[in-house]
């Protein structure tokens, strides 16, 4: 892991390997660990580069609200930062992908392609972002236990819940060791984040999303159409996982993104 100096703080971000630049970016409200069992498989082939989001795991933690458009500027500092200059493969899940669409709208020459998982365009309905408010309120008063109460029973199947108890107790650690003005800001970032939808045809990159079968958040009949909606987009549906597919079934998900990355290796950048 590397401290990577970004505007107004520095971020952990774990970086190896060679080849064309792969940037995973984690959900709400986790950390770069959550890539795991992406950044070994990948990291072989490609430049991997996984960055804890600012307020998450080892990195600067910002008071207030951090809005989507700075998570994707705090990217754009950490590619610098790591002397990738080539267009990378941006892989975002769930709120990585809110932050997706910040970097594909500001920094479009930066970008080779698209994976997105388990995520939405959609902004916040009002009763949504009211809830984040709420939440941001009990977290900042009680602590990230709060953060992990609401939201571990809506990110794993109930499959992967009844098979796999360490992985579940690493997720609940992973969101408890955050802090709870971390947690609240990116919470407060995503209530007032923009609707995308707009954008999703003017996407012209070669763009893969990922969803699993079960996913209770960003539900696969959503995501189906919001892949429809992006010209030439794959749809890949992960069976035996919820929202946290790459966690759930990386075999799966690994799978597909090795195809995608092998069929980008015969089209010439756009
Ligand atoms: C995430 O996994 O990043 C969250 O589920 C996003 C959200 O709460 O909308």
């Not at 971000?13 to 959900?27: C, E, R, S």
């Amino acid at each position: 892991m590397q401290h990577v100096a970004v505007p107004n703080g520095t971020l952990n971000v774990y970086a190896q390997g060679k080849g064309t630049p792969l940037l995973f970016v984690h959900g709400f409200p986790l950390n770069n660990s959550m890539w795991q069992p992406q950044a070994e498989m990948f990291s072989k082939r490609n430049r991997v580069i996984v960055p804890d989001l600012r307020g998450f795991g080892e990195s600067t933690v910002t008071t207030g609200t951090v809005t989507m458009e700075e998570f994707a500027d705090d990217l754009h500092g950490v590619l610098h930062g790591v002397w990738v200059d080539t267009p990378v493969v941006l892989c975002g899940l769930s709120m990585g992908g809110y932050v997706a669409w910040q970097f594909f709208r500001k920094y479009r020459p930066q970008l080779r392609a698209l994976i997105l998982c388990d995520t939405r365009a959609t902004a916040d309905s009002p009763e949504a972002a009211a809830g984040r408010h709420k939440l941001a309120e009990t977290v900042l008063a009680t602590g990230s236990q709060a953060a992990s109460d609401a939201m571990l029973p809506k990110l794993m199947s109930s499959k992967t819940v009844e098979r796999w108890p360490d992985l579940v107790a690493s997720v609940r650690s992973m969101i408890v060791r955050n802090k709870p003005t971390g947690i609240a800001a990116a919470a407060l970032g995503m209530a007032e984040r923009p609707d995308c939808t707009d954008l999703l045809s003017q996407i012209d990159v070669p763009t893969l999303v990922i969803c699993g079968q079960d996913d209770q958040i960003t539900p696969s009949a959503d995501m189906q159409k919001m892949a429809e909606a992006i010209p030439g987009a794959q749809f890949v549906q992960i069976p035996n996982a919820g929202h946290l597919a790459p966690l759930e079934n990386p075999d799966a998900v690994n799978g597909a993104i090795n195809r995608f990355l092998i069929s980008l290796d015969a089209r010439p950048a756009s």
